[in-house]
C-alpha cells in the first residue's frame, strides 16, 4: 500500500469517526441497543462547524446505502453505524459480538474475518461516494 492510499484510508476512517461522534451527540437518531453514554456529556457547541457539516455529508451518504434497497448497501450501513455510531467514546464490543449482531439482523452467518471484511468494503464504498476533502 503506497503513502496515498494510506492518506485515503486514514482520512475515511477519521470522517468516519467525527461522523459516529456526531450521531451520539443527537438524540433523534436511532440506536442499535448498545449500552448508552453517561449522563453527564460534553456537548458541542451548536454553531455550524466544518465538522458538523461533513459529518452530515457522511450521514446522507450511509442513509443513501441503506436506502438503496440492495442487500449490501444494507449490510454496510449497519456495520457502519455498529462500528461508529454505537460505540461509547471509544468503547465497542468485541468483534465476535459485532459480528453476531449482523448474524443475528442479516439472518446468515458472519465470523469476525467476514465483519472486517465487510467494514473494509463499506468503508471503501463511503470513500467512493464522498470524495475527498476540499
Known sequence: MNLAERIQRDEIHVRLINWGSWLRHDSTFSKLGYPSQAPFI????????????????????????????????LLYAFILKVEYAE????????????????SRHFKRPCAERTYYHHLANA?????MLAGPMK
Open 42 to 73: 460534553f456537548s458541542p457547541s451548536k454553531g455550524v462547524l466544518i465538522a458538523d457539516l461533513d459529518a452530515a455529508y457522511i450521514e446522507w451518504i450511509v442513509s443513501t446505502l441503506h436506502m438503496s434497497g440492495f442487500e449490501r448497501g
Open 87 to 102: 460505540r461509547s467514546e471509544g468503547k465497542v464490543p468485541h468483534v465476535s459480538q459485532r459480528a453476531k449482531d449482523v
Open 123 to 127: 468503508k471503501k464504498a463511503v470513500q
